[in-house]
């Protein structure tokens, strides 16, 4: 059975940093390409980060998180983490993690086939 489980959400203030973690059981990380998604409150949800399998080494930020959120794999640990730094009120929202069964890192949610409880984040200002 694959479970997904996110942590390290919390509050913290505009300008700030958090980091989340998802760990992985099940299902093997290094070969699928692997994301994180952001959901907030009357909002669909919308991705934020994609790796790509370890054999490819590519990630993806969506543009408004470009140059202040970083993500990495732990592929011996099978865990993904988030660094956000320089956040903003407008990152907050519930973080999901999700794994694909493609090699390749798209925003498309048809493509993420197990999802996260999720974890919140919110940014005060």
């Known amino acids: 059975e694959v479970q997904l489980v996110e942590s390290g959400g919390g509050s913290v203030q505009a300008g700030g940093s958090l980091r989340l973690s998802c760990t992985a059981t099940?299902?093997?990380?290094?070969?699928?390409?692997i994301a994180w998604f952001r959901q907030a409150p009357g909002k669909g949800r919308e991705g934020v980060s994609c790796i790509s399998p370890s054999w490819l080494g590519r990630t993806t930020y969506a543009d408004s998180v470009k140059g202040r959120f970083t993500v990495s794999a732990d592929n011996a640990k099978n865990t993904m983490d988030l660094q956000m730094n320089s956040m903003k009120p407008e990152d907050t929202a519930v973080y999901y993690c999700?794994?694909?069964?493609?090699?390749?890192?798209?925003?498309?949610?048809?493509?993420?086939?197990?999802w996260g409880q999720g974890t919140q984040v919110t940014v005060y200002s």
């Open positions: 099940g299902f093997n990380f290094g070969n699928y390409a």
């Open positions: 999700g794994t694909t069964t493609q090699d390749y890192c798209s925003f498309s949610l048809g493509g993420y086939r197990y």
